[in-house]
């Protein structure tokens, strides 16, 4: 990964401390989710790069997201930075070390602790869902940058089990498929969190003008999933304007289709952050 990551640009450290400070007793009583809940969402999320962690704006938005929903029991992630196959696992004993999958960032963005509880029981369940056994462990891997990220402005008590998925495939029907396979677990209260990135485009940091087809295929994506659309958003290479040049390569968008297979109804999408940063869209969503 580069430093240029399509988000803001870093304010002075400290911002994420001040976030702790301030949260941390509002994170650690926050109220969890009961069977009486029903359901949790699926989301998706555009995590950021380390340094989205110096940006009030982005963690703020990302803990009231968080705090809008009951805590979850434990957290199934999906990031644009796992591709294996079949799919796999990440580390679930407590305090798995984190993947630091990053370079040309200060150092001490490779110091970050995020150290979770045991996920033993939710790795145990996953590999029941997914309907292989074994799914295979790979024990020393731990969360990578788009799900720690993210999570620690979520979820900065870091008091919730978490487990990362592999992607198997960056073939649109194959993650809505394992979507699907996950959907049964938001019933038990765990969070299924998609994490890549709306538009994904360095091309428009060097030619603004760029920003019109980044801003359309956003557009197009809000467009499709308010109807519902599965099939359009599935050919997305071909049907989306700007799809070239917000999407370069695949792995940041199609996370997006595991919360899109996760979900009871595909047209149920909600916005929780929508903001053009750098030429890029870093729109959240949540489905039902």
Same mark, same amino acid.
């Given at each position: ?7 803001? /640009? ?31 969402? !699926? ?34 992630? $999906? #990031? ?10 990440? !580390? ?10 990053? #370079?040309?960032?200060? =150092?001490?963005? +490779? ?51 978490? $487990?990362?998925?592999?992607? =198997? ?25 998609? #994490?890549?990135?709306?538009?994904? /485009? ?13 801003? #359309? ?21 071909? +049907? ?13 968008? $199609? ?25 890029? /869209?870093?729109? /959240?969503?949540?489905?039902?």
């Amino acid at each position: 990964m580069t430093p240029m990551h399509g988000l803001a /640009s870093p304010v002075p450290a400290g911002a994420y401390d001040e976030l702790l400070a301030r949260v941390l007793p509002q994170a650690r009583e926050q109220r969890m989710w009961d069977p009486s809940d029903g359901p949790l969402p !699926g989301l998706f999320v555009s995590h950021g790069a380390p340094f989205t962690l110096d940006d009030p704006q982005w963690l703020g938005d990302l803990f009231d997201w968080a705090q809008s929903l009951p805590k979850p029991r434990a957290i199934v992630v $999906v #990031s644009a930075h796992w591709e294996h196959a079949p799919a796999a696992i990440s !580390g679930a004993a407590a305090g798995t070390p984190l993947y630091y999958d990053f #370079s040309g960032f200060h =150092p001490r963005y +490779k110091t970050l602790p995020y150290a979770t509880p045991d996920a033993t029981d939710l790795a145990r369940r996953l590999a029941g869902v997914l309907g292989r056994t074994p799914v295979h462990e790979f024990a020393r891997r731990g969360l990578d940058h788009g799900a720690f990220i993210p999570l620690m402005a979520m979820y900065p008590a870091a008091d919730i089990p978490v $487990v990362q998925l592999s992607m =198997p495939s960056l073939e649109p029907d194959a993650l809505l498929e394992l979507g699907a396979r996950l959907r049964s677990l938001r019933e038990e209260g765990v969070l299924v969190l998609g #994490s890549g990135f709306m538009t994904h /485009s360095f091309a428009v940091f060097r030619q603004p003008e760029l920003a019109a087809a980044t801003a #359309s295929f956003d557009a197009w994506t809000v467009d499709v999933m308010s109807r519902g659309d599965i099939d359009a958003l599935a050919d997305y290479r071909a +049907k989306a304007p700007g799809a070239a040049i917000a999407h370069p390569t695949a792995e940041h968008f $199609v996370p997006l289709l595991v919360t899109v297979g996760t979900a009871d109804d595909p047209a149920s999408a909600v916005s929780a952050i929508d903001r053009m940063v750098m030429g890029n /869209s870093t729109r /959240s969503v949540q489905l039902t």
